[in-house]
Each structure stands twice: as C-alpha cells, then as structure tokens.
C-alpha cells in the first residue's frame, strides 16, 4: 500500500517520512535502509545532523539496487544557519549532494531564520559560549533569491522554510519569485501551532510537523510536562482506536492535512509508525488533542526552542522568551 501525499509545491509529498535528527552514524544508514526497504517514500534530512554522508552510501546503495527508484522517493534537505550569504548557498547546497549521492533534492528549506558567521565551524562560538551571528546579517530576500537560482539549476525542486514564523514567512512572500513551497516546524498536542497552519493554509504552503510525539528525550523538558507517550488523554484516545499512542499523534497530523517526520532508528518502531492508515480521528479526538497545550499555559510548550540564539534579530521566538 503506498503512502497517500499531499501537494508540495510541483511534487507530492507522502504524509508520514522518517526524520533523522539525532539519528547517529553507525546506526542511521541501517534505519534509513530499512524504512526505504519497507515502505518509507519520504526521507528528512539535513547538513546540520552530521550523518548525511552515512545516509547518501544508503540511498546510492538502495538505488543503484533497483529495489527502490530515486524518483519515487521524497528527500529533504536543509540550509544550515552558517551558509545564509548568496555566495554561500550553492555550497551548502553543493555539500549536501554530495555528501547524499543525489543530483537533487525534492525539498530544501532554511534550516532557520537565524544566520551565523560563515567559516569551518557549523556553530561558531565566542570564548562565552555564545553563538557568532553573521556579522552581515544576509536579509531573507539575498538567502532566498540564492535558493531560486537553485530551483533553475535544476539542483532542488522545491524550497521552503523551516521554524519561521509569521512575520518571517510573510517577508519572504512579499520577494519571492519561487514561493515557499513548505514550512516545516515542530508541532504535536502540546504545541499544535493552529495560527500557523492556517496560515500556511490560506496561503497554499505545505505544513510538516517534525517532532510529532513531542520530543520525549527533550533536554528543555519542564518539570510539569507529561511525556505525550504518557499523557491520558492521548492514552485513552489510543485505546478507543486499537492504536498505539505514537500512532495517535502521528494521525493527529495526518488529519490535519500535514505530513510528519517521526524519527527512530529501531525496526519495530519506524515500521508502527507508518502503520497508521487503518484508522481515523473522529472530531471529539481532534478537539481533546488541540486543545492539550492549554494544560501548560496559553502558547503551550515547545521542546526545540533553541534560546542560545534569542539575541539574533532573526530569532523566531521572540514573544516566548
């Protein structure tokens, strides 16, 4: 049974991909072979994971195989925060081909609004610990005029943006000759981000909730946060529809209309989690799971905040600081 998709840009995307954030080398090339070999048709990625290399000796594997087509396979890279000058783009864009064997990318989005001071370290630092902004400070337009050129080339079919917010998304459609074809970011009951999918929505941009389970091994956990996995409510929905509660909250954003990049490096798991096609929320379970953030304060709880970068102007969370 193939994954069903939703539209993203010139291409279909299918609604449930694996991620690979925090996937490491020696166990994400087995994870990613596997997904390929047993269903997967959407693949996440990015430079800043650091295991690109390890899942481009897969894909080049699987391929060349025969076993699966590299066009019938969505893959996503992304635009690390270093590489946001227009003389810097193709580089990324170059390294990250390269280092996945690919000719091109379904899908490359900027990693985040955020720009660093390009150099050899993906996380320029000070003496403090503190991050090195760019000291050019690349506005949207340079970044995303760069990425276009990239989409003529042929190299990207898509591009898009990833942990944006509003403002920032309207700033690039108002330069945008491509328009952002997605938006990906972090979104599960305990951060739903409803505005922001309406608006994606209003605006035909396609909506890809990554952490989906609510990132249980989260290093920013509050002490008053119950693990999604552990939820009741969340439990007692999963009981109702003979499913796990990961399969819930994967569903969740499939009935929104999104599509998810649940991540796992076991077997077991990352085949459950595309096992969610045999059943559906009802509109009391899609309320119940909209409404669970407000359990932790009116904007809910995010779990990849990433506040060591709050003093940049480009810093997308700015009102939850």
Same mark, same amino acid.
């Given at each position: 049974?193939?994954? #069903?998709?939703?539209?993203?840009?010139?291409?279909?995307?299918? &609604?449930?991909?694996?991620?690979?954030?925090?996937?490491? #080398? +020696?166990?994400?090339?087995?994870?990613?072979?596997?997904?390929?070999?047993?269903?997967?048709?959407?693949?996440?990625?990015?430079?800043?994971?650091?295991?690109? #290399? *390890?899942?481009?000796?897969?894909?080049?594997?699987?391929?060349?195989?025969?076993?699966?087509?590299?066009?019938?396979? /969505?893959?996503?890279?992304?635009?690390?925060?270093?590489?946001?000058?227009?003389?810097?783009?193709?580089?990324?864009?170059?390294?990250?081909?390269?280092?996945?064997? @690919?000719?091109?990318?379904?899908?490359?989005?900027?990693?985040? #609004? &955020?720009?660093?001071?390009?150099?050899?370290?993906?996380?320029?630092?000070?003496?403090?610990?503190?991050?090195?902004?760019?000291?050019?400070?690349?506005?949207?337009?340079?970044?995303? +005029?760069? @990425?276009?050129?990239?989409?003529?080339?042929?190299?990207?079919?898509?591009?898009?943006?990833?942990?944006?917010?509003? $403002?920032?998304?309207?700033? &690039?459609?108002?330069?945008?000759?491509?328009? %952002?074809?997605?938006?990906?970011?972090?979104?599960?009951?305990?951060? %739903?981000?409803?505005?922001?999918?309406?608006?994606?929505?209003?605006?035909?941009?396609? /909506? &890809?909730?990554?952490? %989906?389970?609510?990132?249980?091994?989260?290093?920013?956990?509050?002490?008053?946060?119950?693990?999604?996995?552990?939820? *009741?409510?969340?439990?007692?929905?999963?009981?109702?529809?003979?499913?796990?509660?990961?399969?819930?909250?994967?569903?969740?954003?499939?009935?929104?209309?999104?599509?998810?990049?649940? $991540?796992?490096?076991?077997?077991?798991?990352?085949?459950?989690?595309?096992?969610?096609? +045999?059943?559906?929320?009802?509109?009391?379970?899609?309320?119940?799971?909209?409404?669970?953030?407000?359990?932790?304060?009116?904007?809910?709880?995010?779990?990849?905040?990433?506040?060591?970068?709050?003093?940049? %102007? /480009?810093?997308?969370?700015?009102?939850?600081?």
């Amino acid at each position: 049974m193939s994954t #069903p998709t939703i539209t993203c840009g010139v291409s279909q995307m299918p &609604v449930v991909g694996l991620g690979s954030w925090q996937s490491q #080398p +020696g166990v994400v090339g087995a994870a990613i072979e596997h997904a390929l070999l047993n269903g997967y048709r959407h693949i996440d990625c990015a430079m800043v994971y650091q295991n690109e #290399p *390890e899942i481009g000796e897969v894909f080049s594997k699987v391929f060349s195989s025969g076993d699966v087509k590299r066009e019938d396979v /969505f893959i996503t890279s992304k635009l690390w925060n270093t590489f946001h000058r227009a003389e810097d783009v193709p580089k990324g864009c170059a390294k990250t081909l390269a280092d996945l064997k @690919l000719d091109y990318l379904d899908l490359y989005l900027i990693h985040w #609004p &955020v720009c660093m001071e390009p150099g050899e370290s993906l996380f320029p630092s000070n003496a403090d610990g503190t991050s090195i902004l760019d000291s050019k400070s690349p506005s949207f337009a340079e970044t995303w +005029g760069a @990425l276009e050129k990239l989409v003529d080339e042929g190299k990207c079919k898509n591009i898009g943006l990833s942990n944006f917010n509003i $403002k920032q998304i309207e700033e &690039v459609l108002k330069v945008a000759r491509v328009k %952002p074809a997605c938006l990906q970011v972090e979104s599960h009951p305990q951060l %739903p981000n409803l505005e922001l999918l309406e608006f994606c929505n209003k605006h035909g941009i396609s /909506f &890809v909730a990554y952490s %989906p389970l609510g990132n249980p091994g989260s290093v920013y956990r509050r002490e008053d946060q119950v693990d999604l996995l552990h939820d *009741e409510d969340v439990k007692e929905i999963a009981a109702k529809h003979g499913a796990t509660v990961g399969q819930v909250l994967i569903r969740y954003q499939v009935d929104k209309g999104n599509a998810t990049i649940p $991540k796992s490096v076991r077997p077991a798991r990352i085949d459950e989690n595309l096992d969610v096609f +045999g059943f559906k929320l009802d509109e009391e379970d899609m309320k119940t799971l909209n409404n669970n953030y407000l359990k932790y304060g009116p904007k809910g709880y995010r779990t990849c905040p990433c506040t060591g970068w709050g003093k940049s %102007p /480009f810093y997308p969370f700015q009102d939850e600081l």
